[in-house]
């Protein structure tokens, strides 16, 4: 999955009215947000927050977009506040639904951001009775490939730092009859094969110039950690282990399998950077559309490389692709990345960050 340095202050007027509606979509217009009354309102705990899926219609054809209402609404006598990547304030920017076919979770195709730990203006506020609605686009974010009859609720997020939160949100199950349309797919086919190559869409000169060198330092550090998973005994040593877990022969052998394919992606494929993004993140994906990535206003000011670089974050994004090394986001930043690493190592070998890191090395562990 997914950095969103600063982000934008999304608190709402204590004491406005009970729900504010909007389409979710694309050039759909925004709310007129104001600063809270009550700053630093307290974390929303499991049955703060009642949410709440609908639909205009059951029933989707092929050519049909599959839009879906979601509110969210506290019911508690506080004012509580809410990470807005876990709610669709701005759309459906990452995996925030349950969707089943059959009883089979069906894939999020969406948007993979890198993104940092959580600021204060990364929060929304909700007062008393208060409630965020959004109609958002399902189409480009699930795999509605197959016809057939799927089941949708929304569940905040899969990803939810905090165990007691993951899911916590869940709302009611709509079921929704969808045509098949055709589906994201790996364009393997499609990629020209050029050594070391890179393009850029929608940058100005000078950031071409920059992206062209954060691209060259990734490829360094791609190549370094390969060379590092080779020729190092493999064990508990301290960079493998602070970033990944406990050792075990075959999470070693996952990791170097990771970065072959993610130099060996930088080395070989025609990857397209996109300068359009406007978000505070530092840059996304679509996983299942290989090998063009969106880097956003973040990626602008931090370092060429280091930690949370330009050329980490390539890195980053790189790993998404489902060709590649089909990393999710787990956990965002360096001590989230290595509470990640000591709690449970399999997620760590499936966390964007994690791979950043441990690319990135800084500071440097043998």
């Not at 990364?122 to 008393?128: K, M, N, R, V």
């Not at 060198?213 to 390969?226: G, I, R, Y």
């Not at 990345?337 to 760590?348: G, I, M």
């Amino acid at each position: 999955m997914s950095k969103s340095l600063g982000g934008r202050r999304l608190q709402w007027l204590v004491g406005a009215a009970a729900s504010v509606s909007l389409m979710g979509a694309c050039g759909a217009p925004q709310d007129t947000l104001e600063d809270s009354a009550e700053q630093g309102a307290p974390e929303a705990t499991a049955g703060e927050i009642s949410a709440h899926l609908s639909a205009g219609t059951s029933s989707f054809a092929a050519q049909s977009a599959v839009n879906v209402t979601i509110t969210l609404t506290n019911v508690s006598n506080r004012s509580v506040s809410l990470l807005s990547w876990h709610t669709p304030a701005d759309g459906l920017k990452d995996d925030l639904l349950t969707v089943t076919l059959n009883g089979a979770a069906v894939e999020y195709t969406g948007r993979h951001y890198k993104r940092p730990a959580p600021s204060a203006q990364d929060f929304i506020t909700l007062a008393p009775g208060q409630s965020l609605t959004r109609t958002v686009g399902l189409s480009d974010a699930y795999d509605f490939s197959q016809s057939g009859h799927y089941a949708v609720s929304f569940s905040g997020s899969h990803h939810a730092a905090s165990p007691a939160l993951l899911n916590s949100f869940a709302s009611n199950s709509v079921s929704l009859w969808i045509e098949g349309r055709p589906g994201h797919q790996d364009a393997l086919e499609a990629q020209d094969v050029h050594a070391q190559s890179v393009s850029t869409t929608n940058c100005t000169a000078a950031r071409t110039t920059t992206i062209t060198s954060a691209f060259s330092s990734a490829q360094t550090l791609a190549n370094n950690s390969v060379s590092y998973l080779t020729n190092t005994t493999p064990g508990n040593t301290a960079r493998y282990k602070t970033w990944f877990g406990t050792y075990t022969s075959a999470n070693w052998a996952t990791a170097k399998s990771h970065f072959t394919a993610i130099k060996s992606a930088l080395d070989t494929k025609s990857v397209v950077v996109d300068c359009g993004c406007t978000d505070s993140a530092y840059a996304y994906v679509y996983p299942a559309s290989p090998y063009k990535i969106y880097v956003c206003n973040a990626f602008w000011s931090a370092p060429l490389t280091g930690t949370d670089s330009k050329a980490g974050t390539l890195i980053h994004e790189m790993s998404h692709f489902n060709v590649v090394a089909g990393t999710d986001d787990h956990a965002y930043g360096q001590s989230a990345a290595k509470s990640l690493a000591t709690s449970s190592p399999t997620r760590a070998l499936d966390n964007a960050d994690s791979h950043e890191y441990f690319a990135e090395n800084t500071p440097a562990l043998n």
